[in-house]
């Protein structure tokens, strides 16, 4: 029975000293929460760039594609058969070269037949007009006489544009495509025969998104290289469309580029480099440094072993940095890591890294 009462006892003297214990240290480390201060603090290690002011060049990557400078798919104005092709697949052509010639032996019998009417009608009104200055005639036969012949001649003008129109010519020089027809062939105004291609010039054709369009400048020269090539080449800004699509919120922008050597296809995509405009003065710092707030963003900058907040006015970002137009000034020393668990004033001490080129 005095064992029993014994074990109870040490259980109890036991239970009693854990309680003291931990009594004893919550209040050990409520007294060292309230008594200290930020110096008691051990500072938080962190890095830092030192910034000065720099002028910064943008240029942003695009996608577009390559057109020629002139295109055209060719077709007869008129129907009938294709007597004679007068083009090689692949050949360079010149500005006025008749391509196809249509078989027109039904409009020359016919324009045969213009002429004969307008050769009598012209006799008609001949002697109608000396008729009528010896007063044979009245001016109202006169008159009939001389519509008969200008309506003659119109019809001898119809006839002879339509035979123009059976010799299919080149509008530009360039080098003709792939042809669709062959000799024998009964074309209509919607048979494309082939394709004329004139591509000494190409252009480029990209969208800009609508932040950009305001910088977007005539003669501006930009870089572009080929899907799957090394090559670069320019091209020069000569034409934007007069306003942003309202679907995409992009503007439309052509530039050109020699392609003397042939190099560039048209029909094919281009990776295109565009420089805006520069920003002098700028201060560049890491996306990481940068902390968004309510109503705009902040950076920490050290001071006096400690973390300053600063508000900023921020830019244009790039892939790893943010412009400052505002808020920062040369030499401060901006905190780049651990910047979501500061505070202001908290104890800091900085790794100073060298800023990235």
Known sequence: MKIKYLVYALLVAGLGALIYYRISENKKAGEEGKGGGPGDKKPVVVNAIVVNPEDFSNTISLSGSIDANEQVQLTSE??????????????????????????????????????????????????????????????????????????AQAQTQLITAQIAKTSVRAPFSGIIGLRNISPGTYVTPQTIITTLVNSSNVKITFSVPEKYASQIKLGTTVTFTLAGGSGKYSARVYATEPAVDVSTRTLRVRAVADNANGKLI?????????????????????????VPVQGGKKVYVYRNGKADEIKITAGTRTATDVVVLDGLKAGDTVITSGVLALKKDAPVKVTITPKKQ
Request: charged share 30%.
């Open 266 to 290: 048209p029909g094919t995509f281009a990776d295109v480099l565009l420089p805006l405009d520069k920003t002098a003065d700028a201060y560049m710092i890491p996306t990481e440094a940068v």
């Open 78 to 151: 008129v129907s009938g058969i294709a007597e004679k092709i007068y083009f090689t697949e692949g050949a360079t052509v010149k500005q006025g070269q008749v391509l196809v010639k249509i078989n027109d032996i039904e409009l020359r019998a016919q324009a045969n037949e213009a002429a004969t009417k307008q050769k009598l009608a012209a006799e008609n009104e001949r002697r109608a007009r000396l008729l009528l200055q010896k007063e044979a005639i009245s001016q109202e036969e006169y008159d009939i006489a001389s519509a008969d012949f200008k309506t």
